[in-house]
């Protein structure tokens, strides 16, 4: 039996050295992609096909101090994941050690997924036709090993382990690190399910760029829930009533009384 | 012979058929994209991703002649201008001839005041297709775009997209019904090819219509 996972991130550690997206790269075989520095530290602005994680800086100047927010950020790996929903070729699942994976096979590289993440993760690659993210190190993960990203940190910011074992480690971390920051908050837990990738941040989400409300798009709960199932409905009401159409205009004798009309009109022609 | 009356210009039976055809293209093709039971199908065209670029391409022959169809100043688009002048104009003897409609359709039949060109049903049938196509061509352009596209606005175009193409293709089920196999409003059925129907039919459903305009050509 497979346990649930949990990938815990632990920012008041990270030293933003980026070896993380590094090791991502690494062992995924990812190609490098040209950059261009954005901020005083950030050249990543975004994820891409080929880019699945990466670390995010922001400087914010408060009481003449500046605080330096730094999170290295990828896909959440949602327990009732958007992008799930969204797909229309059913490519996205889940597994039992709770990661959510795009079937490389059965991506069309149509995009939903991503338009209705609400962190924008999944990215398409429109040359292949194919959607790509972070998969969590999944081939790593089942062969007993850490994820890529969590085996290279350094300051052991990015912890990976057995989700109801790291639960305790996050909340303690967080009650340690309140004492002196306040605004210490657990991030992740309480939205869409409970997400895999959970986070201990020193500020609130929004000082790091993270939506501070994430939910599944009501757009695509309508979608899926309503248009759908409704849309089928008309299109098999309209056949059924086709269909009994049909049958009455037959029981009522139309169509021979039209056959019989036809023939009557063309004799008045002849005359 | 039969005696004829002239109903439809060739632009109006041209728009007619480049947005018949392509609907019927671009409803298989986007079903093929939107769900996984029907996407198999799609070999015919060479897969999934060829479609997807066949779906592109109909959509825009699709904008393409519902707007070419109502510029100039010939006969067809003067016709097609008309057609929508009517349409929008939905009065007291329109909805007198559409409440019959549940009757007609299953071959009963109630008196209802003299029709213009366009009878009651026909102008909620337009109605109905000029408002789904505005919708669901808007809706295509953002969902192809998506990326230039602000997210939410791209998420709303996904259910309205997929309404307007499953609620249209219920419409045109019962459209079909009533142009190939109800005995009495198929009759109609020629004047989408050729331009002409049997002008005791054009009288009997459009009177007004017939004595205002359609007398004046009628043919052996």
Not at chain 1, 86 to 100: F, L, M, V, W
Request: glycine letters at 8%.
């Amino acid at each position: 039996m497979t346990t649930r996972k949990m990938v815990f991130i632990d920012t008041s550690l990270c030293t933003g050295c980026k070896a993380c997206s590094v090791a991502c790269k690494a062992w995924n075989d990812l190609p490098a992609e040209k950059t261009q520095l954005l901020t005083s530290y950030q050249a990543q602005g975004d994820f891409t096909p080929n880019t699945w994680t990466y670390v995010r800086f922001r400087e914010e100047y408060k009481d003449q101090k500046m605080h330096w927010n730094m999170i290295k950020v990828q896909c959440f790996h949602c327990a009732d994941p958007a992008c799930l929903k969204a797909c229309p070729s059913k490519a996205i699942y889940k597994t039992e050690s709770g990661y959510t994976l795009i079937d490389r096979e059965k991506c069309i590289g149509c995009g939903y997924c991503g338009q209705n993440c609400p962190w924008n993760v999944p990215k398409t690659d429109t040359k292949i036709n194919k959607t790509s993210k972070c998969t969590g190190c999944i081939d790593r993960v089942e062969n007993g090993l850490k994820p890529a990203c969590a085996q290279t940190c350094q300051p052991e910011a990015i912890k990976f382990g057995d989700y109801d074992k790291m639960m305790p480690i996050a909340e303690a971390r967080l009650a340690e690190l309140q004492l002196t920051n306040p605004k210490a908050n657990l991030y992740g837990n309480q939205w869409m399910g409970g997400t895999t990738y959970l986070y201990l941040l020193q500020d609130r989400p929004d000082a790091y760029g993270l939506h501070p409300n994430p939910s599944t798009p009501i757009a695509l709960t309508i979608w899926k829930d309503l248009v759908h199932p409704l849309g089928g409905i008309a299109i098999g009401a309209s056949a059924a009533a086709i269909a009994c159409g049909v049958i009455a205009n037959f029981v009522r004798g139309n169509y021979a009384n039209r056959a019989k009309n036809i023939a009557e009109s063309h004799d008045e022609g002849g005359h | 012979m039969q005696k004829l009356v002239y109903r439809f210009s060739k632009g109006e039976r041209f728009v007619h058929w480049v947005h018949g055809v392509a609907f019927l293209l671009l409803l298989f093709t986007g079903l093929g994209v939107l769900t996984i039971a029907i996407q198999p199908a799609m070999n015919i065209f060479g897969g999934i991703q060829v479609t997807r670029n066949i779906h592109r391409v109909v959509a825009v022959l699709f904008t393409i002649g519902m707007i070419i169809g109502f510029v100039g100043r010939g006969e067809g688009a003067r016709q097609m201008r008309r057609w929508f002048k009517d349409v929008i104009s939905f009065g007291k003897d329109d909805f007198a001839h559409a409440k019959n409609f549940g009757i007609e359709f299953f071959g009963g039949h109630k008196p209802f005041p003299p029709q213009g060109k366009f009878n009651g049903g026909e102008k909620l049938n337009s109605m109905i297709t000029i408002l789904g196509t505005l919708c669901i061509v808007i809706s295509g352009y953002i969902i192809w775009f998506a990326p230039s596209i602000p997210q939410w606005i791209v998420q709303w175009a996904y259910p309205i997209h997929s309404a307007c193409a499953l609620f249209m293709g219920a419409l045109l089920i019962a459209h079909l019904y009533l142009g190939l196999l109800h005995p009495d409003s198929n009759q109609a059925l020629k004047g989408i090819f050729n331009g002409w129907v049997p002008a005791k039919f054009a009288y009997e459903h459009y009177e007004k219509w017939y004595n205002e305009e359609a007398k004046e050509t009628i043919k052996e």
